[in-house]
């Protein structure tokens, strides 16, 4: 199944996408049904949200009925047991709770509206309060800034926690190389390409995006009918010149990492040095040359 970010779809529904690649989503969405069931949970968010807002901006605080419905019976009725209450209040009490009443109607439609996002895709983008951002490297002690040697541990660390199912395809799963092709440039500022594996027997079936440390970071994950999922990362690279080849080892993982031409590659596989080396060279020897 291909994995497209939040920012990318938000791009293709304000028509920031070029037009050959705004073509490339309309067909994906008309062929994938969860790609298509994402674009109109997004354009309803944005429906609701400013409708909402649109509310708020006329003073009147209305809470639009779809997100009444996605709430329990029991916060449905509130709202109209609180407008009978306030009906039946002297009117000097009522002029003079206005503002009161106004602050829990909109914490009532954020409540709602959150509990509506919280349902779908919104949860990454509206999951509660956003934490704050850590300092840069550069506004750190030198004690607490970890070396540049570090990032492939950090990397395979971090695939650690991705579960073996989680790296198997679907039966539907659908790729759109053009779409990945286009995220991996976008990503590591180089006109890169996925690498091909398919005289090694793999075939590339997802790409999706990461946040590492002040960057993005691409992620591929390639099938095989007989042997272990492969998976690929790139991000940007802080060091200055390339860097060989290197078997990395944390706990029972395995994997190689280079630097080339400002760009970090890390491949890690359930499969031995040698086949990962093997991979390594492959996705090197279709590196565009500088």
């Not at 019976?73 to 106004?102: F, L």
């Not at 934490?131 to 492939?152: E, F, G, M, Q, Y």
């Not at 926690?161 to 759109?176: G, Q, S, V, W």
């Not at 390409?193 to 993005?216: A, H, I, K, S, V």
């Amino acid at each position: 199944m291909t994995q497209l970010s939040d920012e990318f779809l938000l791009a293709y529904l304000d028509g920031q996408l070029e037009k050959s690649q705004a073509a490339e989503v309309t067909q994906l969405s008309s062929v994938n049904a969860e790609v298509s069931r994402r674009i109109a949970r997004l354009k309803r968010t944005q429906a609701q949200l400013i409708e909402t807002f649109g509310a708020f901006a006329r003073d009147e605080i209305a809470v639009p009925k779809a997100a009444l419905q996605t709430g329990d019976p029991d916060a449905q009725a509130r709202p109209q047991r609180a407008a009978t209450q306030a009906v039946a209040r002297p009117s000097a009490a009522a002029s003079t709770s206005t503002q009161p009443a106004a602050a829990r109607q909109m914490i009532f439609v954020a409540a709602v509206f959150l509990g509506g996002l919280l349902g779908g895709y919104g949860a990454t983008l509206l999951a509660g309060d956003p934490a704050p951002l850590p300092p840069k490297d550069t506004d750190r002690p030198a004690s607490a800034v970890i070396a540049p040697t570090a990032w492939p541990t950090d990397i395979a660390r971090f695939h650690s926690y991705f579960p073996r199912e989680t790296l198997t395809p679907y039966p539907d799963a659908i790729a759109n190389p053009e779409l990945i092709r286009f995220q991996l440039s976008k990503i590591t500022g180089r006109a890169l390409t996925p690498p091909d594996f398919t005289r090694q027997g793999y075939t590339l079936y997802r790409g999706q995006t990461f946040n590492y440390r002040q960057d993005r970071m691409m992620q591929l994950t390639y099938s095989s009918k007989t042997e272990p999922p492969i998976t690929f990362y790139a991000l940007p690279g802080t060091e200055s010149g390339d860097s060989a080849v290197t078997v990395q080892t944390i706990g029972s993982l395995k994997g190689v990492s280079w630097v080339f031409d400002r760009v970090r590659f890390f491949i890690t596989s359930d499969r031995s040095e040698e086949d990962l080396k093997v991979l390594a060279a492959v996705a090197q020897s279709q590196m565009p040359k500088r």
